[in-house]
Nanobody, 110 residues
Framework: VQLQASGGGLVQPGGSLRLSCAAS????????IAWFRQAPGKEREAVSCISSSEDTSHADFVKGRFTISRDNAKNTVYLQMNSLKPEDTAVYYC?????WGQGTQVTVSS
């Protein structure tokens, strides 16, 4: 079982990025997947989650800006991040308990 996160980078405030979490070794179809993030010196926190039936939930600090989605045919979950703020800077991880992806760095800075 592997989760491969990608799509991070450097973006200016107000910009957008789309993160991808590609799964291998199993089919995502029947599982809930979550995105977490961890900023320097802070604890890891939950950002968004999508169930197997595509119900979604988002932390208050990203509501209205981030959207989580899944493409079971591609065995991939996405996190569309819009209106990015400097405080969104963190390493973003995808999670399917108990497995974690390796993380992708998102830096929001002018």
């Amino acid at each position: 079982v592997q989760l491969q996160a990608s799509g991070g980078g450097l973006v200016q405030p107000g910009g957008s990025l789309r993160l991808s979490c590609a799964a291998s070794g199993f089919a995502l179809d029947y599982y809930a997947i979550a995105w977490f993030r961890q900023a320097p010196g802070k604890e890891r926190e939950a950002v968004s989650c999508i169930s197997s039936s595509e119900d979604t939930s988002h932390a208050d600090f990203v509501k209205g800006r981030f959207t989580i989605s899944r493409d079971n045919a591609k065995n991939t979950v996405y996190l569309q991040m819009n209106s990015l703020k400097p405080e969104d800077t963190a390493v973003y991880y995808c999670n399917l308990e108990p497995y974690w992806g390796q993380g992708t760095q998102v830096t929001v800075s002018s």
